[in-house]
């Protein structure tokens, strides 16, 4: 069974300062990855996705991801965080190997990144 | 220019009604799902539909029925709503082309409250 997991509930980061946002996955097969934000009362928006190819993935506002398949982690990057990213980060997976259309993606319960001025 | 929309936007209601939540997209997707997410932000996926037909259906009561009229459309059905039902529902879409890299675009939420 696939699964996803973000060790850290809060991340706290001093503006300017870069940010990591951690996640590691489990699938039986290669996955697909995912990283997307929520802000308050707001549903959730697409930032990057890995599925083939260079190991860094850039995305919207400056983020960007490392897939890393030896320690199965896919973490959340920014070199100079902002306010404005002050939100909740979620990872998600999907296992490659299903038919697409019935492959779930699994979301992590999320990461609460705040940015101080 | 919405492109996954859900109303209402807010829903407040009595324990042991019946309530509908309706989402439509304008992407021209072909995949649309339903997500719970709870007080503590754990986000669940409940249904998929792919095409009008349903693919994913994850352990949910009963009283939880989805209805999909076409392709764009995917609404939320639950009848005799509980206490435990209190939670934001998000709808949402994708593309499940044949390479299945579909990334999901969310509806803004539908806060649903039962007294």
């Known amino acids: 069974a696939q699964s996803v997991a973000q060790p850290e509930d809060q991340v706290n980061v001093a503006e300017g300062n870069p940010l990591t946002v951690k996640c590691t996955y489990s699938?039986?097969?290669?996955?697909?990855l995912f990283w997307y934000v929520q802000y308050p009362n707001r549903g959730l928006q697409f930032l990057l996705k890995?599925?083939?190819?260079?190991?860094l993935v850039k995305g919207s506002y400056g983020f960007e991801a490392e897939f890393n398949k030896s320690q199965t982690s896919f973490h959340l990057k920014k070199p100079s965080a902002l306010v404005s990213d002050s939100a909740l980060y979620f990872c998600?997976?999907?296992?490659?190997?299903?038919?697409?259309?019935?492959?779930?993606?699994?979301f992590g319960s999320g990461t609460r990144l705040s940015i101080r001025p | 220019d919405t492109a996954v929309s859900q109303t209402p936007k807010y829903l407040v209601t009595q324990m042991g009604n019946d309530k509908s939540i309706k989402c439509e997209q304008n992407?021209?997707?072909?995949?649309m799902y339903w997500y719970k997410q709870d007080s503590k932000k754990f986000l669940k996926i409940m249904f998929s539909?792919?095409?009008?037909?349903?693919?994913i259906n994850e352990t949910v009561p009963n009283r939880f029925s989805p209805k999909s009229p076409d392709k764009a459309h995917l609404n939320l059905h639950i009848n005799s709503l509980e206490l435990g039902d209190s939670a934001v529902y998000f709808c949402?879409?994708?593309?499940?082309?044949?390479?299945?890299?579909?990334?999901?675009?969310f509806g803004p939420g539908t806060r649903l409250t039962v007294l």
């Open positions: 992407l021209g997707h072909d995949t």
């Open positions: 539909y792919n095409n009008k037909e349903l693919i």
């Open positions: 998600a997976v999907r296992d490659r190997e299903r038919r697409s259309s019935a492959s779930k993606i699994i």
């Open positions: 949402a879409s994708g593309l499940t082309s044949g390479r299945g890299t579909d990334t999901q675009y």
């Open positions: 890995y599925i083939t190819g260079d190991n």
């Open positions: 699938v039986s097969g290669n996955p697909y």
